[in-house]
């Protein structure tokens, strides 16, 4: 019932700035968990960056201080404002929503970081 569409990654060179979006439909629940998470090709999915339902967020150690995480409740949405861009952050990164009943990812956007 929910989905989830994503846009914003692309080629940026190292140092560079770069800002995802994501949009949520349908049977939003109030208090969800919405964020981001990554994979880099032979690696496992991590998390970057996330609300939890009580309107905390949470970072990944390697991205504290240059990223951040925002959402627009009105639009369902949630952004990642990424700076200081790294090689190393190179991924494809995946929107997360989890509801009553629903606990998935988006397609994923390639995020590629020229050194």
């Known amino acids: 019932q929910v989905q989830l ?3 914003g990654g ?13 949009e949520a439909s349908g049977a939003i629940f ?4 919405m964020g981001w998470y990554r994979q880099a090709p032979g ?7 996330l609300f939890n339902s009580g309107g905390s967020t ?17 639009k369902n949405m949630v952004f990642l404002q990424m700076n200081s ?3 190393e952050d190179t ?4 929107c997360y929503y989890r ?7 988006g397609q994923g956007t390639q995020v590629t970081v020229s050194s």
């Open 5 to 7: 569409v994503e846009s």
């Open 58 to 74: 949470n970072y990944a150690d390697s991205v504290k201080g240059r990223f951040t995480i925002s959402r627009d409740n009105a």
């Open 91 to 94: 991924a494809v990164y995946y």
């Open 30 to 33: 109030r208090f969800n968990v």
């Open 99 to 105: 509801g009553p009943g629903s606990n998935l990812w």
């Open 10 to 22: 692309g080629l940026v060179q190292a140092g560079g700035s770069l800002r995802l979006s994501c």
């Open 43 to 49: 690696k496992q999915r991590e998390l970057v960056a």
């Open 85 to 87: 861009v790294r090689p």
